[in-house]
């Protein structure tokens, strides 16, 4: 079945020790979101790949880096994970910027 | 940019029950607006959309109505079962720039045997 697929699952990483995040998708769309969602909220994007153009959102932090080097992948880098960082991320995909996403399982970041 | 508000926080029903969730939103110029139901460690999954031209879809046990008038959607469940325990969240799309989906705050729904 054609999907988003989001590894690990699960992540624990050292307060300031970069870590990276990955996402790869079956289903051929055009752009891949990542998504912040902490505890009982809802999810915040912090940015979005259509194609290769990359669109930041104004509030996402500089901590947070992305890499798309092909359709199929998408990397979410943390450079200095803080205690405030620990959440799930979630990859999304549509096929266009209108319409449905289809999102991923997520990665549980644990920071210690 | 669009704001979303979603209420309840919390619903619980017995089995066999209806579920309503509201949600209202601010740009009288959206023009999409998914639900999404997520489970405990998993990924939001699309259960339902609608679009502006339509004022209701249905799918099943599912169904989705919109007043464009009013700017508010509601998601009804019938025929409740425990698996529908779910966080169920709204989303309306912005109308200008990337037309990005904002996110209600979820509705935890709890269906009881």
């Known amino acids: 079945d054609a999907m988003v697929i989001q590894n690990p699952r699960y992540q624990v990483t050292q307060f300031g020790k970069p870590v990276t995040l990955s996402c790869s998708q079956t289903?051929?769309?055009?752009?891949m979101y990542w998504y912040q969602q902490k505890s009982s909220q809802a999810p915040k994007l912090l940015f979005h790949?259509?194609?290769?153009?990359?669109?930041n959102e104004a509030d996402t932090p500089d901590n947070f880096q992305s890499r798309r080097p092909n359709t199929s992948f998408c990397f979410l880098d943390i450079r200095s994970p803080g205690l405030g960082d620990a959440a799930m991320y979630l990859c999304?995909?549509?096929?266009?910027?209108?319409?449905?996403?289809?999102f991923g399982s997520g990665t549980r970041l644990t920071v210690v | 940019g669009e704001n979303v508000e979603q209420h309840p926080s919390t619903l619980s029903v017995q089995e066999g029950d209806s579920a309503v969730i509201k949600c209202t939103y601010s740009?009288?110029?959206?023009?999409?607006f998914p639900w999404y139901k997520q489970e405990l460690g998993k990924g939001p999954q699309l259960i339902i959309d609608?679009?502006?031209?339509?004022g209701e879809k249905k799918d099943q046990r599912i169904a989705v109505t919109l007043n464009k008038t009013a700017k508010h959607f509601s998601l009804h469940i019938t025929e409740t079962q425990p698996e529908d325990s779910a966080v169920y969240f709204c989303?309306?799309?912005?109308?200008?720039?990337?037309?990005?989906?904002?996110f209600g705050t979820g509705t935890r729904l709890l269906v009881s045997p």
């Open positions: 999304a995909t549509s096929r266009e910027r209108r319409g449905g996403y289809t």
């Open positions: 289903l051929n769309h055009n752009v």
């Open positions: 790949y259509y194609d290769k153009d990359f669109n």
């Open positions: 740009d009288s110029a959206s023009n999409y």
């Open positions: 609608i679009r502006s031209n339509v």
């Open positions: 989303a309306a799309s912005e109308s200008t720039g990337f037309q990005k989906l904002v």
